[in-house]
């Protein structure tokens, strides 16, 4: 691992890291917030994913998390959204696919099945690393936006026994039956729609092995609700299986990151009474 920058924030340290990752082998950043509370006890760690188009910067830039989590003792790992470096065909043509848009599954079809691994990187690797090299402990939570909601959701979904609690702003909630999701399983999965549905979370919630509760925000004035995003669809498939959930429609909010900031100390306090 290779630091590359150190940022002192509200008593607590932002760090940013560069390090070669087996699973989507290519060369990995991430950032950490460590709270002050980590200079002298072990912390847990909230996994944020964050959405199309991003990497581990937009959170820790615009997200304005930092003053809680500070508060709560609470580290905060940001991955990137997908392998770089690689030049496959089609990767950088578009801001839904390839390049910042890992979609936090495992990529069955080549050339992508080489490299993109983000979900074995999310919920593997990554927390190992996190695990070995910084004063945190074992307990994890989850959450993410848009893409990254998804990508929370199902990492969480699939894995109980490894996350306290999950959050999403925005999710990509049924992303089978989505032009985003439809776009990116093909490519990743190909055609063959039954290899998709493990990718799904409200195909996911019908058979959870465990009944992680689901705390969702979704803004009310947020473009790509209906056609993309598809919250009901997710609500009636949980209350179909009595998985529970808390969705909240934010009247006025948008998809941006003015949205996650305004709701992102409710998360982190959901987050740090589950791990506490
Ligand atoms: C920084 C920022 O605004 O991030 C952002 C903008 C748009 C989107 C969209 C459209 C989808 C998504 O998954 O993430 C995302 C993130």
């Given at each position: 691992m290779e630091l590359l920058s150190s940022t002192k924030s509200f008593g607590g340290w932002l760090k940013r890291y560069k390090h070669e990752s087996l699973s989507v082998k290519s060369e990995m950043t991430f950032a950490i917030y460590l709270p002050p509370q980590a200079e002298t006890q072990k912390v847990p760690v909230l996994y944020w994913l964050s959405g199309l188009t991003c990497n581990d910067e937009n959170f820790t830039?615009?997200?304005g998390a930092f003053r809680k989590a500070s508060e709560l003792g609470l580290a905060i790992v940001c991955p990137d959204t997908s392998p770089r470096g690689t030049d496959y065909p089609h990767e950088h043509e578009s801001y839904d696919f390839g390049s910042a848009a890992g979609f936090y599954i495992n990529a069955t079809v080549e050339?992508?099945?080489?490299?993109?691994?983000?979900?074995d990187y999310v919920v593997q690797e990554l927390p190992h690393l996190v695990e070995a090299n910084f004063p945190v402990t074992e307990k994890r939570s989850i959450s993410g936006h848009s893409m990254g909601g998804h990508g929370a959701l199902i990492c969480a979904l699939k894995n109980p026994e490894?996350?306290?609690s999950v959050s999403a702003f925005a999710p990509i909630a049924n992303p089978t039956?989505?032009?985003w999701g439809e776009k990116a399983f093909t490519g990743y999965l190909g055609?063959?729609?039954?290899?998709?549905?493990?990718w799904d979370a409200t195909l996911l919630v019908e058979n959870a092995s465990e009944r992680l509760h689901l705390l969702i925000d979704q803004g009310e004035a947020d473009n790509f609700l209906e056609e993309q995003l598809k919250?009901?669809?997710?609500?009636e498939a949980c209350e179909k299986a009595d998985h529970p959930i808390t969705l909240r429609r934010q009247l006025g909010y948008d998809h941006?990151?003015?949205?996650?900031a305004s709701f992102i100390d409710d998360h982190l306090?959901?987050?740090?009474?589950?791990?506490?």
């Open positions: 830039q615009k997200a050339p992508y099945s080489n490299t993109y691994h983000m979900y490894k996350y306290q039956n989505c032009p055609e063959d729609k039954a290899t998709w549905n493990e919250p009901d669809v997710l609500l941006s990151y003015f949205f996650i306090e959901h987050h740090a009474k589950a791990l506490s």
